[in-house]
């Protein structure tokens, strides 16, 4: 009786230390200490190309630095990435080193949750630091410190399918027009609309936007001079003249000449399903097997002008990290001036002596010298970065439901509009 | 015969050789062997259950800001914030639209296909098995089919405009979103009510069914007098398990509407992610997690007290 007790009470016993010990297993001690540290760096791309590149200069930066166990590139899909980066923070479970969109760039530059890299990156040797060109430093700037480097600036280009214009019998290609100063944002939309009239797949496609992620339509309404809010962040901008003249074009392009997919229909540019598509230039790699012949232009110009348009990217330290110092040093190397011509093939770079057509034709093979210069040092040189703001989930939030009465047929788009700055002006405010 | 003495009088006979053997008494030993065996539970319970649910209680008194780290304590201003902000008319619709909606639909649909199914013809093996295997299919890919089915060019719309007829766009629609997700989580789930309410049917005395007949009572008669009250304790169970699930549907909402259009679809458990994990505000998420809290725990309760008037137990 007692032996089958004991049985008992070991098995118990066994039963709680399967329970305690992976809990045990979860403590985020850095109980390996210096010697043998393990960095993370949190970043939205799985493209495997990318991935390799980013390993092979981990794999470079250990054999010099023996107390860096290991370096691990964490994909976070871009859909849910700064949900799941804050929740990783909030879970005390932060990352050493994280990727930051630059709507997001005031939240976590002003909040403390990234450290200042100047002091790493300065006196790393042959860093040269003043080659940063200050327009991409700018907005991860607070009080004359760097708190993220910006490795990409990728500015939007409006991508083409020659075989399926040419399909719609448009016989001037964007590039024509371009060179003859006629790349307006009207001539786009007509040549989308003739492409949806005459072949059954789609005219353009803004991408990433698909109705919900707004944000992508600054690429439009820039060329109307129109923005989200103002400078300082403080007023919204959604309800001015010259954004309802740029949201009604937008909306007569969807719904009277189907120039656009409609809410709820998906066509991919990359998979041949539309004519044009307006991305960043990072997504050309998934022109790498394209069935069909190809062009990239810059954005067209609106009433008010050419507007070019630039999404960025930076790499902070996080502050909670377990090895902020190593992980600095790693950014310091990862963004050196060599490191950067080699990330230059995917990321357009923020250093000055490498934004020139030779060097980025070098990275970029699918590019010709004209493209590279037209989009994107030109793009770099006069574009303005996306919309951001210290409140920008909210905010994103708030305009994405406000705007939904829009994307119906018949919709009162000042109507819609105002109700917009109603519904994020106490947001912006805070 | 010698007396069988109770182990209380055992444990505490005097000639034990050691003071451990004294401290260990019989009764002691049952009760340390029962407290090791609920304790992983008890471990569990209390670690995944109990600390989350009290630190989100401590989390909606206070404001936190995740990326710099700082929590003050906020009193009832998350609750006000609740009261007062203007998605909560439209996210107290869509809960309780998706809520009626979803009870109605789904216990009605499955108790209709139990008595279908309750038949003894051929084949009904067959659809038994159909309508249950949407239960053990992954969720996510369940929905994310569904996704791809009611876009506005996708399968649905393609199958109606084959016979002559414009579907609506679906996901995007106000009205027509918050039926697909509806429609979409029923036909997931639907499946285990039937097999429930099956198995209650079966258990249905066929001697109660046959006097009835004789007694003159038609099909629909003895269905609803006799059929009726006696699977009304699985009714009670189906209805509180859809209810408390139907305020905890996330994902569904998540893949096909993200709450659109116009929070016609936000629900409140997907209002509290977008709060606490979108806008990083988890002190006015952990209000909103608070208050669901709340109205599950009512209307379980509210049911529970409710049952002895509609629900018959034999014994």
Redesign the interface.
Known sequence: MRTR?LR??SL??S??S???VP?AGCSNGSGSGDSNVSLRMTVWSNDTSQTALFNSIAADYRKTHPDIASISFDYLPIDNYT?AL??Q??GSNPPDMAWVLERDAP??VS???LTDLGPTLKKTAGYQYDDLAPAATKLWTQGGDLYAYPFSTSPFGMFYNKDLLAKAGVTRTPDQLVADHQWTWQNAEKMAAQVAAHTDKQGLVIRDWD??TWIELAALWRGWGADAWSADGKTCEFDSPKMQQAMTFLHDAIFKDKAL??????ADFFAGESALTITQISRATLLADHPFTWGIVPLPAGPAGASQVIGQAGIGVMT?GSHKQQAADFVAYFTDAANSAKLARYFPPARDSQLTTATLAKANPMFTPQQLQNVVIDGIKTGSVLPSHQNS??I??LV???L??M??SGANVGSVLAGVCK?IAPALSQ | MEKIRPARERASTPHRPSGSRRFWTLRRRDTFSGWLFVLPQTLGFLAFVLYPLIAVVYSSFHTSNVLSGVTKYAGTKNYSQLVHDPATPSVARATVLFCIALVVINIGLALLLAVLLNQRLRGTTVFRTLFFSPVVVSLVAWTITWNFLLQNNGGINSMLHAVGVDGPNWLRGDNSALVSVVIVQVFKNVGLNMVLFLAALQGVPRSLLEAAAIDGAGPWRRFRSVVLPMISPTTLLTTIVTISGSLQVFAQIQILTEGGPSNRTNVLVYFFYQQAFDNHDFGYGSAVAVVLFAIILVLTLVQWRLRKKWVFYES
């Open positions: 007790r008992l009470a118990a016993l039963a709680v399967l329970l305690v809990l949900t804050t929740t923070i909030a939240d976590f909040s403390g949750a109705y919900k997919p409609g809410p709820g229909e998906t909670k989930a909210k994103a939030n994405q439901n406000a939904d009465p994307w119906k519904a």
